[in-house]
């Protein structure tokens, strides 16, 4: 059947392709308690058992939403991965009070540098999130059984490339390299190999995804604000904004390096991969003057209902026809223009490359 799909889209006479997804990727970025928008994002996905799921990539809290996923799925299938992933995320919230880091939550890590090392800061090097994740999750049995095939990234620090970890690599030590953000955590080391971020080289990874994805849609699930309506002027602001800029400036790169991909010759799987993109910036009316690491319940709360409310409208856009629910990974001139736009009507529709 594939042979005869590539025959019918040379000659330009292929169907179009079944809407929802039938079978899905998914590219989960980073950024702190703003990964409640892809928990929302994912619980929508959940409720429509039409979409199946082939592979997640995600750093960060990207990273820890893709493992509680699979691991849910895996031991009891999406009703089980939905309450992991709640139960998750209120855990957090009310760890969050001890954090050691609770203090300074709203103060951009770069001018926490200026001020404590989390050496200094939490000496003893505790961090709730390892316990949370050892407790939900059977790393040994997710490298043995996962239903999803699994690319979490992190950062090496010794020359700052990705490294991206597959399912049978994965660990709670993997999750938190992947999440350890260096002015706030101490460094994880696999193997003897110090790890920092994910999101430092790619945020999510996108070019692996592609490049393992056996589904000819991915979804980017956007976590970090992009964009700002204002100058910043304060030293806070300022710091935010260079954060934010770096954090999305990978995942613009490798949108950019699919795009030229198709362009110069791409690979028939290439040519059929639609990659649609929706952003919790689009859905949190100020967000960018939010702080990600406040894991206060009501604002993981309205995040999360924002990413079921901004799933189930790239899934409408795509049944009504407003705009093409099946973009190429090339046709995007410019990452920015992949997020929703608003029709004549006044509604919301999502724009899809």
Same mark, same amino acid.
Request: aromatic share 6%; charged share 20%.
């Given at each position: 059947m594939r042979v005869l799909?590539?025959?019918?889209?040379r000659?330009?006479?292929?169907?179009?392709?079944? $809407?929802?997804?039938?079978?899905?990727?998914?590219?989960?970025?980073?950024?702190?308690?703003?990964?409640?928008?892809? $928990?929302?994002?994912?619980?929508?996905?959940?409720?429509?058992?039409?979409?199946?799921?082939d592979a997640v990539s995600g750093v960060s809290a990207g990273?820890?939403?893709?493992?509680?996923?699979?691991?849910?799925?895996?031991?009891?299938?999406?009703?089980?991965?939905?309450?992991?992933?709640?139960?998750?995320w209120r855990r957090m919230s009310r760890a969050a009070a001890f954090l050691p880091s609770a203090a300074l939550a709203g103060l951009p890590l770069g001018l926490m540098s200026r001020a404590l090392s989390p050496y200094l800061l939490n000496p003893f090097n505790l961090n709730p999130l390892r316990e949370a994740l050892a407790d939900e999750i059977d790393f040994a049995r997710l490298r043995a059984d996962s239903p999803l095939r699994l690319l979490i990234g992190a950062t090496r620090v010794r020359d700052g490339a990705l490294r991206v970890?597959?399912?049978?690599?994965?660990?709670?030590?993997?999750?938190?390299?992947?999440?350890?953000l260096p002015l706030i955590?101490?460094?994880?080391?696999?193997?003897?190999?110090?790890? $920092?971020?994910?999101?430092?080289?790619?945020?999510?990874?996108?070019?692996?995804l592609a490049a393992a994805t056996r589904?000819?849609?991915?979804?980017?699930?956007?976590?970090?604000?992009?964009?700002?309506?204002?100058l910043p002027t304060t030293p806070a602001e300022i710091a935010r904004r260079l954060e934010r800029i770096q954090f999305n400036a990978t995942?613009?790169?490798?949108?950019?390096?699919?795009?030229?991909?198709?362009?110069i010759g791409a690979t028939p799987k290439l040519k059929r991969l639609r990659v649609g993109r929706i952003s919790a910036q689009d859905g949190v009316a100020g967000l960018e003057d939010e702080s990600a690491g406040n894991l206060d319940w009501s604002f993981l709360a309205r995040l999360r209902d924002s990413g079921r409310a901004e799933v189930e409208g790239w899934i409408g856009a795509g049944r009504r026809g407003d705009s093409p629910p099946d973009g190429r990974a090339d046709e995007a001139a410019n990452p920015a223009s992949l997020g929703p736009q608003t029709d004549r009507s006044g509604g919301r529709r999502c724009r899809e490359r």
């Open positions: 799909d590539r025959t019918l889209e000659l330009g006479l292929a169907a179009a392709p079944a $809407w929802p997804p039938r079978r899905l990727s998914l590219a989960l970025q980073g950024g702190g308690s703003f990964g409640a928008f892809t $928990w929302g994002a994912l619980e929508r996905l959940l409720d429509h058992p039409e979409i199946g799921f990273a820890v939403n893709a493992t509680l996923l699979a691991a849910g799925l895996m031991e009891g299938g999406r009703a089980a991965a939905k309450a992991r992933l709640e139960r998750f970890f597959t399912t049978a690599e994965i660990s709670v030590d993997v999750v938190l390299a992947s999440a350890c955590h101490h460094t994880i080391a696999i193997d003897g190999e110090p790890y $920092w971020d994910g999101g430092y080289s790619a945020n999510p990874p996108l070019l692996a589904a000819d849609h991915i979804l980017v699930v956007q976590a970090t604000p992009a964009t700002v309506d204002r995942l613009n790169a490798e949108l950019a390096a699919l795009r030229h991909a198709r362009r």
